[in-house]
């Protein structure tokens, strides 16, 4: 705050400074105690970084008290002197000019020797390379006149923070002093798509609700804080090769190491679930029974295998041959390539992390490498059925890959400025790769999916009950946010209680982060040195009256509730869950039975 002001100012402000930096710390150590790090424990700069960063940029959204009173302050300042020298207009167009008197408070602004003016003037000096201006305006002096007389008031305080932000974010990139795995992990790190886009999100509806324990595992991973039980090292069994190899703290050893299929399987049904909801706003599928999990017989030569993990049967389109898309979801685990040669986009988004996903995609569009199972058959044949490749990979961050990225919200995303690789690459991918990336491709999904429902049903018209989610967009983007967060703090809780299990000796740590939290109920008998009870239980009746049924059933009762509460209502159509079974085959879906949804959220097949 200090560097903002005028040096004859900054000896009257020290307690104010003083304040700021304060305040900074008491935000630090609430969230030390939300993750349950030891007292007194410091955040580490890059995890303050993330966590001051705007929820707009990927951000927490806690606002910095030493840049916030600094920008609040010169906003203010500017609003009024816009007002009493010029006019106030509403949005209704009607325009009010205030009485002499306010303007020639505010008139001599540029030349007052007042604190109040030369401490606006020394700060928007400060702040003017924070402001989007027109290309045309150059000089410095044209740049203020533009901000005092023409900016839009509107908005002005959030881009400046945001400016602001990247200005910070850019710096710690190009510092080769700090750590390469935050350098390298930073634009995962500051996705969006978990913590972050759940900070403007209605708690009223259940599935909006995560797990306390999985919300606190993926906030260690978004701020890249060190889990407390994995503080000491502790040995994994769990490995292939079982050579003993210690756990990191941050827990990147054990998303590796640990089964990432529920995690996957978590993933993959939230896409199915926020395509089969949006697809039919924008009209790409007909209706929403055209729509398929893992369906068998895409490929003829080998119609067990199930190549998709989501199938999509695309409405008539004259502009393109495509006729499916084949959704395939990928976890990948944590970034470890070296920071040599570090290429940051304006994005801020890094070439790393861009080859990192584009590893994982170019696996996809080769096909499965195992004995009997020849990828570049299977992806010819895919490409002959005129059938769409889309990689949808995701990291250990929640990180979306390009393909899935371009899918959802268009080409112009951070991943433009990279070019893909496929020098290494077969014949029949590097056509997957060409249909995949065509001009007349289905992308952009959830903004069309805005445009159109606003279309169909007028702008005062919400997607859902809530005004935190008005927007087709708003609302997949909550989805999948909780849904990250479950994955991957399930996938990490599931994975420490593991390899806490198979190692002997584990020391208890003084916090709430102990080791019986991560062990199950099933395991904690066995693991635990506690003596048997003397007394045994009573048998278990073999009657089950109505409230223990009812007691019995709530978790799936819940499942099924949460489910119809968080996905939007369609007068015109039924939504149905996105477990939907695997068909038989990949005959129409018309001609095939439907899925609808039980009241406990289970499927029940029958005929409509």
Request: proline share 6%.
């Amino acid at each position: 705050m200090a560097s903002l002001l005028t040096p004859e100012s900054v000896t009257q402000i020290t307690t104010e400074t003083t304040f700021a930096l304060k305040s900074n710390q008491l935000a630090q150590q609430l969230l030390a105690n939300v993750m349950n790090l030891p007292i007194n424990t410091a955040l580490p700069e890059h995890s303050w970084l993330v966590a001051s960063t705007p929820v707009g940029k990927g951000g927490l959204g806690i606002r910095d008290s030493t840049n916030e009173a600094c920008i609040s302050f010169f906003c203010s300042i500017l609003r009024s002197i816009r007002y009493a020298t010029d006019k106030i207009t509403f949005k209704d167009g009607t325009e009010i000019i205030l009485p002499t008197h306010h303007k020639d408070l505010y008139a001599d602004w540029q030349t007052s020797n007042t604190r109040i003016f030369t401490t606006f003037r020394s700060i928007l000096n400060n702040l003017l390379p924070f402001i989007t201006c027109p290309d045309e305006i150059i000089s410095q002096q044209q740049k203020i006149s533009y901000v005092m007389t023409e900016i839009k008031l509107e908005g002005l305080q959030r881009k400046i923070k945001r400016n602001l932000a990247s200005e910070k974010i850019q710096k710690y990139l190009e510092d080769v002093t700090k750590p390469d795995d935050i350098r390298i992990n930073l634009p995962s790190m500051l996705s969006g798509t978990t913590i972050s886009g759940t900070m403007n999100i209605s708690r009223t509806i259940p599935h909006n609700r995560p797990n306390p324990k999985f919300f606190r595992l993926a906030l260690h991973r978004m701020l890249r804080t060190p889990i407390p039980i994995l503080y000491n090292k502790t040995c994994c069994q769990n490995c292939k090769n079982n050579n003993n190899t210690n756990i990191d703290k941050y827990g990147d050893h054990i998303i590796a190491c640990h089964s990432k299929t529920a995690a996957h399987n978590e993933i993959r049904d939230s896409l199915a679930t926020i395509i089969r909801n949006t697809a039919t706003i924008t009209n790409d599928i007909p209706t929403e029974n055209h729509i398929s999990l893992e369906p068998v017989g895409l490929t003829p030569s080998h119609p067990l295998k199930r190549p998709a993990d989501i199938l999509l049967y695309l409405s008539d389109n004259e502009q393109t041959k495509t006729t499916k898309i084949a959704v395939d979801t990928t976890f990948i685990g944590t970034n470890s390539r070296s920071t040599a040669e570090l290429e940051v986009s304006r994005s801020l988004m890094t070439d790393k992390v861009f080859r990192h996903h584009e590893a994982a995609e170019n696996k996809k569009f080769k096909g499965p490498n195992r004995p009997g199972t020849p990828g570049d058959h299977i992806i010819k044949e895919l490409n002959d059925n005129n059938c769409r490749i889309l990689p949808a990979t995701f990291d250990s961050f929640g990180k979306l890959g390009p393909a899935i990225t371009d899918f959802l919200y268009g080409p112009n995303n951070e991943y433009k400025t990279f070019k893909r690789n496929t020098e290494t690459l077969h014949a029949h991918a590097k056509q997957a790769i060409k249909i995949a990336t065509e001009k007349n491709r289905v992308h952009s999904l959830l903004t069309r999916a805005n445009v159109d429902w606003t279309t169909k049903n007028g702008k005062t018209s919400w997607y859902t009950t809530s005004y935190k989610a008005k927007t087709p967009s708003m609302w997949a983007k909550q989805y999948l946010c909780i849904s990250m967060i479950n994955a991957l703090g399930k996938h990490l809780h599931q994975g420490i209680a593991k390899a806490l299990l198979q190692t002997k000796n584990t020391s208890k740590l003084n916090t709430a982060g102990t080791r019986q939290d991560y062990l199950s109920s099933k395991h904690r008998e066995s693991a635990s040195n506690a003596s048997p009870p003397t007394k045994q239980p009573a048998p278990r009746s073999k009657t089950t009256t109505t409230q223990q049924l009812r007691n019995r059933n709530t978790d799936r009762d819940t499942v099924g509730r949460e489910w119809r509460r968080a996905v939007p209502l369609d007068n015109n159509s039924q939504h149905t869950r996105a477990h939907t079974t695997r068909p038989p085959s990949t005959t129409h879906p018309a001609s095939q039975q439907t899925s609808t949804t039980r009241p406990n959220g289970q499927i029940n097949q029958n005929n409509q």
